[in-house]
DNA sequence: AAGTGGATCAACCGCTGTGGT
DNA sequence: AACCACAGCGGTTGATCCACT
């Protein structure tokens, strides 16, 4: 299109190392490869240099002939109903654009693989930006979820630390970790203080629970990792496995949690359902 | 009027498949 | 079997056009 006229006007077009031209077509190399068909027809394109004068390489030659110079090319618009040829077969096939070429009579490789970048591409990518913005959403909306969980949470936790604080609990850690229990020196009586401290209705919070675990290892000396307690990060991966709920994920969720994890999860999940 | 950025398209590049020797 | 030349394909580049600010 602009090219020739480009080319021709200003003598566009370098010379390789090897002696070949590349860039813009010029009206005259046109003409010439025309003509080299005319005599010659199609292929032996590597020939074309000698026989026909041009300095060009055989490559450059066909892909010349093919996308632009070839008679029974088709000008003009790709129509709606090239362009729903296109797409369904883009759809069956992928990006084997020669293929696709070869259902529309007229219409290049090169031609239709414009066309799809141009067209469907970028549609492609609005519909990837649509469904990235609606994760961002997802995001948010957990975020927010997430800390009228926590907020929640923590208020329940202040009640009942208030209401179920059981002194009798405290007391009785406190005198294993004080030495007043004779077992407490003894391996034996790091897992039960841990049982203790794990099951005691207190203490309540994150703080003191740590609080006690270092006493403990401070006067045992032994390294008394508690079991990781349920996190949110296990939670959510919890509701990204609800992905697969139709299949064996709702399964495995509720073999491998105990009733009270499921119901809580249950209840973080429900929302976004 | 000038600048800018997206759209368009011709052409190139690198790789692979195929056929001949 | 190995090598080579050639054809074809898909991805990418780069120059120009054109609408918009």
Same mark, same amino acid.
């Given at each position: ?22 860039? =813009? ?5 046109? %003409? ?17 240099? %000698? +026989?026909?004068?041009?300095? @060009?390489?055989?490559?450059?030659? @066909? ?7 070839? =008679?029974? +090319? ?5 129509? =709606?109903?090239? *362009?729903?040829?296109? #797409? ?7 990006? %084997? ?68 604080? /059981? ?23 790091? =897992?039960?203080?841990?049982? *203790? ?23 045992? /000396? ?9 996190? *949110? ?5 919890? #509701?990204?496995? #609800? ?10 969720? /509720?073999? /491998? ?7 809580? #999860?249950?209840? +973080? ?5």
């Amino acid at each position: 299109m602009y090219w020739g006229a480009m080319a021709g006007h200003m003598g566009w077009g370098i010379l390789e190392e090897e002696g070949w031209r590349k860039g =813009p077509w010029t009206a005259e190399e046109d %003409r010439l490869l025309i003509e080299y068909v005319r005599l010659h027809g199609e292929g032996r394109w590597n020939s074309v240099a %000698r +026989l026909a004068g041009l300095k @060009r390489n055989g490559k450059s030659c @066909r892909l010349r002939w093919v996308n632009y110079l070839r =008679p029974d +090319l088709k000008r003009g618009q790709i129509t =709606p109903h090239e *362009e729903s040829i296109i #797409l369904e077969l883009h759809a069956r096939w992928g990006n %084997r654009w020669s293929t696709i070429a070869r259902s529309l009579p007229g219409r290049t490789d090169n031609e239709i693989k414009n066309y799809w970048r141009t067209h469907f591409k970028k549609k492609q990518a609005k519909v990837t930006s649509d469904a990235s913005e609606k994760a961002k959403a997802r995001l948010l909306k957990r975020q927010q979820f997430h800390q009228q969980q926590l907020h929640q949470q923590q208020q329940q936790q202040q009640q009942l630390h208030h209401q179920q604080l /059981n002194q009798m609990d405290l007391k009785r850690i406190m005198a294993l970790l004080d030495g007043d229990n004779e077992h407490n020196k003894s391996a034996q009586a790091v =897992p039960q203080l841990r049982q *203790e401290i794990t099951t005691a209705a207190f203490p309540q919070t994150a703080d003191e629970q740590s609080f006690l675990y270092t006493m403990l290892n401070e006067n045992n /000396n032994v390294s008394a990792v508690p079991e990781a307690p349920i996190t *949110e990060d296990i939670l959510w991966d919890g #509701l990204w496995n #609800l992905d697969d709920f139709h299949g064996n994920g709702a399964v495995n969720f /509720n073999a /491998n949690c105990s009733t009270a994890k499921a119901n809580t #999860l249950h209840n +973080l999940v429900v929302p976004f359902c």
